[in-house]
């Protein structure tokens, strides 16, 4: 339990049952967040809180200092402005990126989005957002870092936590994914025992049955 984890996005729908997950398993995460005070009142308090902003890199570095592994939750709910797909979803992580490189992480875990490979998506409408998502993917697939960059289906608030999983490449598969199965999909990435640099598309079946974690890692193609 001496690993020190870093969520950023942690106070976002997603981002908090990773975090309510993480503390259940005995682990303090640390947190990037922009407002201390509108975050304590979101999360346990076994979490470190750091004031930092994903895009402006100057205020990552000293957070990311002594970080094992690096999950990010963040997305932007504005189609244009300050919190724009292009400064959250691209540049936003690539700061990221950039800082975990500069400090050592040994492991990014980024949630992404399914379809991010098809620019005529419906969801693409929306700022233009699986562009800049795909271009946050490639700053990291090309950072050199340890990654798995996760493409959930669309995300569900069910509470699916039994429902059998796939994991498919190439972004040819559609289906949903309950924010639930997403967080425990970032923690069993976290906890896989090999190394990981794999870019995968995740969604529910329609039935019930035990998930074979580290047999679905194993199955993935590295990138």
Partial sequence: MRNKILIAGGTGRTGRIIVRKLVANGFSPHLLVRDLSKARDLVAEEVILHRADV??????????????????????????????????????????????????????????????????????????????????????????????????????????????????????????????????ICLQAFAYSFPLRVTFEAIELDQKGPLDWPGLFAALTPD
């Fill in 55 to 184: 895009r402006d890199i100057d205020t990552l570095l000293e957070p990311m200092q002594g970080v094992e592994v690096l999950i990010s939750a963040v997305g932007t709910c504005a189609p244009v402005g300050q919190n724009c797909p292009k400064r959250v979803d691209h540049q936003g992580v690539a700061n990221l990126v950039t800082a975990a490189q500069r400090t050592g992480v040994k492991r990014f875990i980024l949630i992404s989005s399914i379809a991010v490979t098809h620019p005529d998506h419906p969801l693409n409408r929306f700022g233009r957002i699986l562009d800049w998502k795909r271009k946050g993917e490639d700053a990291l697939r090309q950072s050199g870092l340890e990654y798995a960059i996760i493409r959930p289906g669309g995300l569900t608030d069910t509470s699916n936590g039994s429902q059998a999983l796939t994991f498919a490449q190439g972004d040819q598969i559609m289906g949903t994914l309950s924010r639930e199965n997403l967080a425990e």
